[in-house]
């Protein structure tokens, strides 16, 4: 786990880190000769920027869409899925409307072509049971004020054995992946957050998600995707 200020910077740190890995192992890593990147139209900006960041500077970028219910289709990934992709960055929980990804779906696809996961977790840590492991995601961001910890704090989740360039230099800190003094009350309080959150964990996501989608609030929020019908799976998030 790497602390950092937030989920932007877990969210650039693990998009520009990869793919600065990619780029610098060469033939070393796991993930050499790959540089295609793909993600979803839907992401929050602060996947899509450093996306297009990284596009600039000689990463090809896919964008997929998602259906009217803010659905991917995982049959859309499969079909853009190469040996070419380096990395694949899909939201948990989307910052708009609420839907949940298919990240299972996901996860099994990217092992099979050997592409790295992120999952931006922003709006679904701390609300819906969330195993990185068991959900096969390589990396995972997460964002301390989204779980009604501290603003300020956030943090990358990381697997072992990823390779991942810092992107901030200087005193070495977080085994030399994130350097500068790590704020301690704000992950204490992340901390805090968290812990309180996994006590009643399912039963509030069992209720948020009935409330979400039961009354018509994620149907109303749908406008920008042109929703017909409320999603199945989908919970009220707290802001964009
Ligand atoms: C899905 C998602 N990702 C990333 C962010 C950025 O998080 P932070 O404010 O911690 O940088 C947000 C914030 O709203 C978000 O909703």
Known sequence: MVFTSGATEANNLALK??????LVQGDRSAVAGRRRLLSLVSEHRAVLDPLRYLERHGFP???????????LDPQRLAEALGDDVLLVSVMA??????VLQ?????????????????????QAAGHIPLAMAELGADLLSLSGHKCFGPAGVGALLVREGVPLAPQLHGGGQEGGRRAGSVPVPLVVGLGAALNLAITDLEQRAARLGAC?????????????FSATAPPARAWPTTST
């Open 61 to 71: 970028l896919t964008l997929l869409p998602v259906g009217s219910d803010g659905l």
């Open 17 to 22: 880190g990869v793919a600065e890995a990619a």
């Open 102 to 122: 298919p990240l299972e779906a996901v996860a099994g696809l990217c092992r099979r072509h050997g592409a790295l996961l992120h999952v931006d977790a922003a």
């Open 212 to 224: 979400a989608t039961g009354s018509g609030l994620v149907w109303r929020r749908s406008a920008a």
């Open 93 to 98: 929980a989307n910052n708009e409307i609420g």
